[in-house]
């Protein structure tokens, strides 16, 4: 039996594998361990962080717009490495390729984004604040930064903090999911490709041991995390507790409300990508639709029904299938049993996807089919739990009010969307909603790059968003100069002609 | 013997004292008790906070421009109550009628940076984020925010705080110190004159136990806090870990450098305004000198005597004196030690202030003159903690870079300014010191109102200072609504003309 | 008989009547001239430009703040002399005080914006935009400007330009329409009150003459109008062609779109106000209303006409009239030709407003009534030309493409705006439309004091709008400084430990 | 005999060459015709401006994000044709290859920041302008503008322009120079290439005729312009009297003023690059050094001469030539006449250019050595002119303040500089020169692409500068709209539940 190929660190440019503690990798496809991820210990995250502690003078010095052309050309790399790329996460991850572009199409556009850095980091400049006083502030790095990215989105998530990170000047320890770090990886090292120069951007694989040391080591200023809510609080306390800033995004259940007067199906269309859309393992995804009036939910299940019929189930790497299988087969398992909870509870399991028959040569994946829910209620499991897979419910409301209600009385706030063609009720819903992220037709409204991403309520920790102008500014440190110069004397007097030495 | 008058609570547009624990509030220039603060316990922390909550929904969706004009009201109240507010701060508080004029001056400011609102709420609004989908930001009220400020600036802090925050839509609840509570207090009584509703502005006085309740509560949305850093630090650990936003101000120990080309009679005259004034019971007071060669500091050790010498110390309503007492006798005690320790540390103990004489009428105040010493190094207590009094050290050091390594070298990165007229070394420093706030021959580079107040290291816990953009910032939660219209069908189509019921 | 009372200019701070040409001011509501308005020459344009030069360097090197709070304190002094104020509006233009008050209140808003000065004049900040070089913008003051503006909002148009204007550093000579100036002297004179120094603003009134001095005179750096288009372009072209930054707003012709779908009732009440407020002398007035099917035309004449009907005419002063006098007895005849040449266009005239029947005591008073046109066409002069009174066309259009079409077609593009409860619609109209200032369900989409207001088309000439931020860039100058300090030898060296002289 | 090559026109994505005028194009090395260029007539630049006009609606409609991605191609096409571009500036304008391959570095800087299009096209939003109003404002794409470009950057200053606009959304038609157009020629080729569609950027060679044209058309909104000052002017009247926007960038005399205290060396040797560089061709070369004191100026003399001693002159493509060939034999006819009047009008001719040698094989080339003189003076004609070659004057002044107001004096305020290490001088400076563009211890303070190129005075007509904010600024109409929604009755009742039809 042949020993598994190693996937190590990136550590001061070099890909490091010491000796140490290891998890497999697995191909959700089929089920096989196909790699094995080295955990970093305390003394590797130290080497990481000693690594981007060296790096960050010269970096932090290094003018804004040659970092910014570093992204530019990262941008040009990964547009080339594209498919090599979407593989290695198909292949770990198990979503399908096109869902794997489609990721880290955004995470390009977040690059993009961080090549606007000379424009970003503009500081605000005051004359005369008192006479002949001035006043401006510099945006300036903080020095090593660290993030802790989920297993959903392994090329989006960390291409959310680090680009912009190292673009402000900061210098980054990453430490992406141990169960898809492959894809992570090989974009870190297009990035010294790129001419990003060694130590400024570290990649450590790990666990929680990993986490833990990031959280506690004084040289690390700041984190982004996302990930579970539980582990979001957790990292914030702990990170708070030590004095740094941190920002911690967690879970979600996102509610798409379906108006009457919607085009159905175009609502339907848009919310079955949503909601199935690489297996609902996504904190944007949509496991709820409100339907506002029974005939609305009525039509609703009709259409999604017959649009789930059409649905294929197969490895990722075909693309002619819409869903791929599930992440781990642990998670196959918990999902399977918020299905079964579903119906304890007294939904209408309306579509069970638990029978879906594998592909021929694929029948170790994880593959687990659309289920669809009717008369989900709010007190149910299955109402209130990030299920985090193919699991979509429909709850029924008699109006906008009490769907609205229902929506702010849920724990999470990340995204929601309102399908509707009516003005009054789009600025309504928008307006008063306690949700960060609200789409009007559009189910899944991630910000774009240029905004930011961040829910309310228990779904973010923290008082700045990713990306975008709060990433910004979670990535730098203000200071403010105030200045006035001594008398004119000097300039007007004799003195000002120096020595007569001269 | 009479009671004492009581200092009560502020809350829901009313001054109620409920029964409870007191606390004497001292005339510091005379030693003597003359009120009694109550102190809040969990339930009036609770009413001041349900309260709060009430008054929200209204207030936030109150226009900002009539937000801003309740500001614009208030300022102009403050101007005409300027005196008796000063006359309480110095009743309590110690320091001159000048100073509390001044503190007031700049807490004006910070109401007229609130006053902008319309300006400081915009969003960003982005076209065609793809085809016929337009994104835009919000920066909504959050809903109920606390402030805890600290004795210092009983005006200034909480100015610095609350009126930005209700002007961006929020409700508040502030505890302001129990030792100096009732300009601080008079000042929100004017603000509802000013029209701010009731129960927007609420104020509770009190000590830890008020603090813990607004850090555990979950209606509470975010807290702002100035104090010492060991506190500071516990309310953001403590916040956190309740999963708030929190900003937390700490202490500082602010450096001026003197380089040997910068004018040494005005650096010493502006050296001695930030090192005495207020007693030096300011978090940006300058309490080290580092003079850059052994010629500079004998010429300003020398000017420093001469100017001390003529310095005046006795109450603070007579404004003839330089300097008032200090806040209380634990702190006139805690003062007296450190400059004892500075003593027997080594440092040479240039002018002491202790035996500064007593004016008639005040023999009980408690008044310390400015202390000077010589010699001081970073190795010494005096060095290294917050005095908090009028206690200047001069370090002696023989180059900018090894001045700028000892600031860097020290725990707190509040302040810290250089004096000289070289371009090349201002900008040397400013861009590389390691401290928030960084003043080019101004000693105390305060931010003005429509910048932010911040410092860096263990002087600040959070990742937004106060007031200006940051507090803007803080105060505010971002939402993102992405916006499509579904198809022009409806426009363009018949069914546009209404059924004819209609 | 009675010499008439003399208005005069205001330059350096004074009243000034000196001897020269004058013209009489009537109050339309009588028909009475009731004072005489001086008419400045050459030699009087140019010594209020020479005060304002004088005025310049020490009112440019005052700070931001205090120039902002002067803003304050007038907007004080205008709250406190609004009935003032507003009667000689009405005496002089004939609107009834109602409406007088909202154009003051308007005007006020634009004083408040200028209010912000401090954070509206925050330049942009580089570090490092090459090694050890920083560069930053100031948004520096021109130097003098002038202002150009129309009778029909004697108040609030000067309001838009000169407190920005001043509060940006510039000193400002305004000339105010000869037929009402008094309300605008009126506030220059509070503006001194409220402490601007005296020549920072100053008045002349004036005709032609005045205008092309202002135009012509080097000293003037920048002017804003608004008048007519065609005396805009004049004035846009002879400005220019002295090398001079103009602003030139012209005229209008404002269509509001009825949807099918809209809350008719709602519409019709809002154009009420929109077409015959101020009797239709106002560039955002609604003379067109296009209604999108004939049903919708059908329902809004009638409801039109039964509005129409419960309309009182007569003097401005009695707050019960819905409509004042016309401003002159020009005018008046001139609006009166329209209306016939409407009828013998073939348009359907449904209300005739000419025959309204004067109110006792006020026979001579240029009163018309409410007139209201169906069946209008674009080839129709009362489509085409900008009317400026009581009179409404209704056009009948087919879809909304149609009525966009020929709102694109049309000369003017100021403002417009849609009713219709159609998210989709409104997007499409808005995007799309070739309009500056578009409503919404908003009949009168003036943009408020922070955003800023400009037409599109031959409605404005220039680049930049009038108030808010466009005004801000208007009334500044960039200026761009790159800066980078000589080698650190100096900082570093002996030389830097001054001579022993010293 | 051969016919020489035709350069000719690109219109809707084509090379075109159709019959008429023409004009050659020298080689200034040898003097030699190498091509012929053709001289647009009305009808072709009006098929240039259809052609703009129909690539508009599309590209308007193109989100901001994809058009901001040509501009990141086209970057990186640039980089890989830089060789090819810079030899056809070489061999048309004649500069040495090194300053051709920093002018084309420059240009990309620009679409570089064109590339942040979607976060520069951020409008504002405003919610609650009134209760449940919103407002918000759109940068609007203007439709089809123009830029007119000089010879001395033939590839960078229509890179300031056209990048920006079409990253806005508008269409271009551009007229470079007619003596060097080729190698704009073939960027705009390469942005073809790049993704732009055909007709969005559109390339007219041609004189007078064809930029009257282009003031002329009401389908061209607006025009930039870069030239001297009396064709700025022009340019500026004529555009503003047909009623479009324009900006006109016009000549320069850029002052370097050097104190006594500076570091000569460091000054003298950024002087000679900045004097000589591109023989001085440039609107932001130093044709004037202001020494401060006598012996300032002798030691900078004295340097001056040894450094012009060691400088080459000859062909640009050998790159160990310092400086190469003047544009054309009339200009350098023009060049020598300034020569001789400035030594007719009495300042001492320190160096004389005129008799420098030809390198074999170049006899016919342009060449003219650097010039120097001392004790320039205010009146005379080579300190008033623009001579636009490697001409450089010494003024002599007593101190800074005569320095200054000399500058202040001088007809153009275009860019300026100081060499000093003193923080109040350099502060005192730049404050208060009339100049736009200012350099400490910076001899060509071009602003870097993310901020503004704009001169004072008589160097800029206009209001908004090239590039960076003011450009965007310039390419974009505003459009604010207002919205409110009607009644929430339709939300909220029963007719939202569509008809029973559904």
Known sequence: MQALPIVGHLIGGEIITPDGRTQNVYNPATGKAEKSVLLADQRTVEAAIASAQAAFPAWRN???????????????????????ICRLITAEHGKVLSDAMGELQRGIENIEYASYAPQLLKGEHSRNVG???????????????AGVTPFNFPAMV?????????????????????????????IARLALQAGLPPGVLNVV????????????????QALSFVGSTPIAQYVY?????????????????????????????????????????????????????????DATADAVIALLKEEISKMRVGPGTDSGNDMGPLVTRQHY???????AQGVAE???????????????????????????????????????????????????AQSLQEAMDMIDAHEYGNGTCIFTRDGEAARYFTDN???????????????????????????????????????????????????????????????????SAQ
Chains 1, 2, 3, 4 share one sequence.
């Not at 006479?131 to 930064?145: C, N, T, Y």
């Not at 990170?239 to 879970?251: C, M, P, T, W």
């Not at 108006?259 to 949503?274: E, K, L, N, T």
């Not at 037709?441 to 700045?464: I, Q, T």
Request: a positive charge; aromatic letters at 8%; hydrophobic letters at 40%.
């Open 62 to 84: 290094t003018p804004p717009l040659k970092r910014a052309r570093v992204m530019s050309n990262l941008k040009q790399l990964l547009e080339q490495h594209a498919d090599e």
């Open 131 to 145: 006479p002949a006083i001035d006043s401006w502030s510099e945006m300036q790095a903080l020095g090593v930064v």
């Open 158 to 186: 960390p291409l959310w903090m680090w680009p912009l990170a190292v673009a402000c000047g900061n210098t980054f320890v990453l430490k992406p999911s141990e169960r898809d770090p492959s894809s992570t990886l090989l």
């Open 205 to 220: 694989n790990g666990g929680k041991e990993a986490v833990d040391v990031l959280l506690a080591d004084t040289r690390v």
């Open 237 to 293: 306390a702990t990170g708070s507790a030590h004095g740094k800033r941190i920002q911690a995004l967690g879970g979600a259940k996102n509610h798409a409300v379906v108006m009457p007067d919607a085009d159905i199906a175009q609502a339907v269309s848009a919310v079955m990508g949503a909601a199935y859309g690489s297996c609902g393992e996504r904190c944007m995804a949509i496991p709820l639709l409100v339907a506002v009036g």
């Open 333 to 339: 398992d918990k999902v399977c049993g918020y299905v």
């Open 346 to 396: 007294g939904a209408t399991l309306v579509v069970d996807g638990r029978n879906v028959a594998a592909q021929p040569g694929y029948e170790n994946g994880y593959y687990l089919g659309a289920c669809l829910f009717d008369r989900v209620k709010p007190g149910m499991k299955i109402y209130q739990d990030e299920i985090f897979g193919p699991v979509l419910g429909v709850v029924r």
């Open 433 to 499: 909603i306690q949700v960060g992220m609200v789409g009007v037709n559009v189910p899944l409204p991630v910000p774009v790059a240029y905004h930011s991403f961040g829910g309310w309520k228990r779904s973010l920790f923290g008082d700045l968003g990713a990306y975008g102008p709060d990433g910004v500014r979670f990535y730098t440190r203000r200071k403010t100069i105030t200045q006035r110069w001594p008398s004119a004397g000097v300039r007007e007097g004799a003195a000002f002609s120096f020595p």
